[in-house]
């Protein structure tokens, strides 16, 4: 159905909602997404100045507008992931309305034939997961170590979801720059890092430059089963 090819079950394997699965549009034809937070830049940015200083780039936004619905392929599955490229990289509030409606039916069909009761204001959970204390888990000698923690949990009919946060630590005496993970098992949304044209792979924000030693950054995502597993791929 078009949800599942919107969601990424088609040709190309791409998912037309920024930020949703593994593969999403990274250049979409949105200013906000297009250039670099005030917390990086420090100044306006003018119309002019933007678009020649920002419209051109070939990296990936430095913002991720999560759950915007861009224009998507032509008739033959045909998608060029390219900011000029407006007719199909821009996210529109008239195209993601209509989809977050499609998505909230299916989901009260399919809530309709789950078994159990679904909690209700002023109604306790069956089902409670205890916040578990930070651990940290690392390979051997390892640079880099990290704090897995599950700071939120709630469910929806008989389905479990769980909000991750994850600290990544600079345990050498060096700052720690262009620091690639590798995150499997991840089947919901993420925060704080950017992906990158490989798949599973991750990086740091672009504001980012290193990680000093001793210091920390972290990241967030929410899903349901069991948390994604985080390694390192490389760094400098």
Not at 55 to 68: Q, S
Not at 73 to 82: A, I
Not at 139 to 153: A, L
Not at 187 to 197: C, N, R, V
Request: charged share 15%; aromatic share 12%; glycine share 8%.
């Amino acid at each position: 159905m078009q949800a599942d090819y919107i969601l990424g079950k088609n040709p190309k394997s791409t998912s037309y909602i920024v930020g949703y699965g593994q593969n999403y549009p990274t250049h979409v034809h949105h200013r906000g997404a297009s250039i670099a937070s005030i917390y990086v830049l420090h100044s306006v940015v003018g119309c002019v100045q933007g678009f020649d200083a920002w419209y051109r780039r070939p990296e990936a936004n430095p913002n991720v507008v999560y759950g915007g619905l861009v224009g998507g392929p032509d008739k033959y599955d045909n998608f060029v992931d390219d900011r000029s490229n407006y007719e199909q990289t821009e996210p529109t509030l008239s195209g993601t309305a209509p989809l977050v409606g499609l998505f909230s039916k299916l989901h009260s069909i399919n809530s309709q034939y789950a078994a159990g009761p679904t909690p209700t204001k002023g109604q306790i959970s069956s089902y409670s997961h205890p916040k578990v204390a930070a651990k940290p888990y690392e390979k051997p000698g390892s640079q880099v170590e990290f704090f897995h923690t599950i700071t939120n949990s709630w469910t929806v009919g008989r389905i479990a979801y769980y909000r991750h946060k994850v600290v990544i630590k600079n345990q050498s005496e060096k700052p720690i720059t262009s620091l690639k993970l590798e995150i499997e098992n991840l089947s919901g949304a993420l925060w704080g890092l950017s992906p990158t044209q490989n798949k599973n792979i991750y990086e740091l924000p672009a504001w980012i430059k290193a990680i000093a030693p001793g210091s920390e950054c972290s990241f967030v995502y929410v899903q349901g089963g069991p948390q994604a597993t985080v390694s390192v791929q490389s760094y400098h």
